[in-house]
């Protein structure tokens, strides 16, 4: 009670310099059939500023200082709901319930097959026609020890595009004054399920509309990748990334082989692709580090999952018009995706997906800002 009382004062007071409380709500409009979407803002004692709304749990906006104390916003998105309406290339949203592709949109489960909404050629893509990036959450502001943040929750139910069971999801995202953004997914099922949540933020971190990302240098703690066919899907195969293009064990510009004639990197225009984590699954460990080298930004993430989906948002083509008009063309974002492998249900050598009743899927990925 009194625990609750002093959580409640705390939302109330405002965050140092500004007038506001935080997090502090604001209406961003409605969907086509009048529900109300707010947008959540919260801020920490480095002026870091995360946006977050209610509609696909979609990180908006964040704002992030480069080495001259700049405040930029390095992630991609739009200005209003019109555009997250219709976000094809899931900007800053939640993905559920199973993150990228599973092939044919089919898989078996307990002696029983499932069809799923076809949405990518001949796969599902990112849990299908209406995934958790298109649904409206359940939002709830708070303010704690380690930050503050909001907590959405999302009840799935059974059948909910070709899923077996209700699944009841939340996503915490938490802003710490160590300039941490943690995401925690918690998951239970009332039957057997796969599930793969991750969160697709497009970052660039010179700045959202500021050019391509082929000059910042990524690295991965990851010695092998699963190869993919063309149309996405991998081939069942775990390969070792030495000596190939996806080596970024050591720190190396995005940009440096992006062009090669390697298959994997034609199939896919550029890099889109699950790398395997060392750590075992269930330890938080560093799985990928970027710095952008004029601005000086660099991102830390760090996950509890096995793998990683580097993806160099090869397909956006100058056609969307995002945030103060800026028109996002090839390259000019990456993803750090935090997941298990894409189409696990159909490789019975890919870390399990399925969660099972009575047992709780939790998971946690860091994003972690600072300069170099
Ligand atoms: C996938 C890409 C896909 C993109 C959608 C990524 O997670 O790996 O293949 O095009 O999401 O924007």
Known sequence: MIASFAIFLAMLL???GSQEPDPHKESFGSTPDGKPVDVYTFTNAHRIEVRVINYGGIITALRVPDRNGKLDDIVLGFDNLAGYLNNKPYFGAIIGRYANRIANGKFSLDGRDYTLAKNNGPNSLHGGSRGFNNVLWRADPFRNRQGRGVILS????????GYPGNLDVKVTYTLSDANELLVDYLATADKATPINLTQHTYFNLGGEGNGDVLAEELRLNADRFTPIDKDLIPTGEIRLVKGTPLDFTQSTRIGARINDPYDQLLFA??????????????RLQLA????EPNRGRVLEVSTTQPGIQFYSANFLDGTLVGKHGHRYKQ???FCLETQHFPDSPNHANFPSTILRPGKTFHSRTVFKFSVQ
């Open 14 to 16: 405002p965050a140092s």
């Open 154 to 161: 999302y009840l799935s139910k059974d059948g909910e595009e």
């Open 269 to 282: 225009h550029g890099y889109d692709h699950n790398f395997v984590l060392k750590a075992a699954e269930g």
């Open 288 to 291: 990928a580090r970027v710095h």
């Open 331 to 333: 390259r000019e974002a």
